[in-house]
């Protein structure tokens, strides 16, 4: 890390904390000049390969914030660095050692389960903090007390669906179709088996597929079809997701789709018809179609520099990086700790109980001390061809 004053006048100090919050402008009076600490974050995620547009999303989000918090000239200023990893874990490892080479503070990543799952067992090991967007597997953080996450969980997510399912008369017969190759959507489909059990959701079918690079899905939609299925669950991502939906209007075959985050993005992707996913339930913890200033601002931005709506990846990325700046800004003396003592000030802050972040996918985020968050999750239904919260 690099050191800029062994200490801070104290006035200066205090007018600058107090402006840290809330994205507030920094008082004219608390900026002297060269006095902001430089904190290195180090992000991590695909911008290549075939899960690209997962990590393109929550680095260019990312990106976004660290624009705006170093706009505001306050106390802490980021310096943001992105590697790719292709999605692939020993890719991630070899980044994550580069941004080792550049004096990273702070991790940012991965984006997915299995690269995130490697790169957290070296950064506990070498005592680093680490707040992934979107690795939502509880293998990301488990026995390591310095990973976090910003999204749900995969068995909350199962929990939370199976409890809509229920509390919302959605499906009077259930279907599943997940991929059992991936962390993922296996986590999630195993949970909301479970949970649906206890609350005595009739699941009449169950199908799974190997990989994301299936492209026939017919098998699965007739056997839920013939099962009687009136709601069919998906928690799987977005690209897998589509071909589902275009092969079921092929057949005939109506239900409704009910998905988790992994789908957000879809209405984006490039040739889909928007049509296909009318109806289409899901939840996320991110509308882009929201009215409140913080997410206009946020699409507007995003919408600008990239043409495309940001779906929920690119606004966990952007919570990330606030939540990261907020943290580095009530920690004392943080200009002159080392990595591993920045980790062990940033993991007291986040399991205190009394730090919580106001963002584009929550409010008043807390986080437990097994590293996963706590923020309530959104369900939303297409229609239109825009997502509209129920």
């Known amino acids: 890390m690099k050191k800029f004053f062994a200490l801070l006048l104290a006035l200066v100090m205090t007018l600058a904390l107090a402006a840290c919050g809330g994205g507030q402008k920094n008082d004219a009076g ?39 918090i170093n706009a505001l000239n306050g106390p802490i200023r980021l310096e943001y660095d992105f590697q790719d990893d292709t999605g692939v874990a020993d890719t991630a490892v070899s980044a994550y050692n580069k941004l080792k080479d550049w004096d ?23 005592r680093y903090f680490q707040l992934t967007p ?7 953080t488990a026995g390591k007390d310095n990973a976090f996450q910003m999204c749900f969980t995969d068995p909350g997510q199962g929990v939370a669906a199976a409890n809509y399912l229920k509390d919302n008369s959605l499906g009077s017969s259930i279907a599943v179709i997940y991929n059992n190759g991936d962390a993922y959507s296996t986590g999630i489909a195993d949970a909301f088996a479970a949970r649906a059990r206890e609350l005595g959701l009739n699941v009449v079918a169950t199908q799974t597929y190997p990989d994301d690079k299936t492209t026939d899905y017919t098998v699965q939609l007739n056997a839920c079809k013939d099962a009687g299925a009136d709601l069919v669950f998906l928690p799987i991502y977005y690209t897998p997701a589509s071909l589902i939906l275009a092969q079921a209007k092929q057949m005939g075959y109506a239900p409704t789709f009910f998905g988790g985050d992994g789908m957000d993005g879809m209405l984006d992707m490039k040739g889909f018809d928007k049509s296909l996913a009318e ?16 997410t206009r601002k946020f699409v507007e931005a995003y919408q600008a520099a990239h043409e495309i709506l940001p779906n929920q990846f690119a606004a966990d990325g952007y919570d990330c990086m606030y939540a990261i700046y907020e943290a580095c800004c009530q920690i004392e003396g943080v200009g002159d700790m080392d990595n591993a003592q ?8 986040f399991t205190g109980g009394q730090f919580s972040v106001d963002g584009l996918t929550g409010s008043g985020m807390t986080w437990l001390a097994s590293g996963e968050i706590s923020k309530a999750p ?7 061809g825009v997502y509209v919260t129920q």
């Open 134 to 140: 979107s690795a939502s597997s509880t293998d990301v």
């Open 279 to 294: 109806g289409l339930l899901l939840m996320t913890p991110f509308n882009a179609s929201g009215t409140d200033e913080r």
């Open 342 to 349: 920045l980790c062990d000030a940033l993991i007291a802050l």
């Open 30 to 68: 608390a900026q002297g000049s060269g006095s902001a600490v430089t904190i290195r974050v180090g992000g991590i995620g695909p911008i290549t390969g075939d899960l690209a547009q997962y990590g393109t999303a929550t680095d260019w989000g990312a990106r976004i914030a660290v624009d705006e």
């Open 104 to 126: 990273v503070d702070v991790i940012y990543g991965c984006t997915t389960t299995a690269p995130c799952v490697a790169v957290a067992a070296e950064t506990y090991a070498d």
């Open 378 to 384: 959104v369900v939303v239904r297409v229609e239109s």
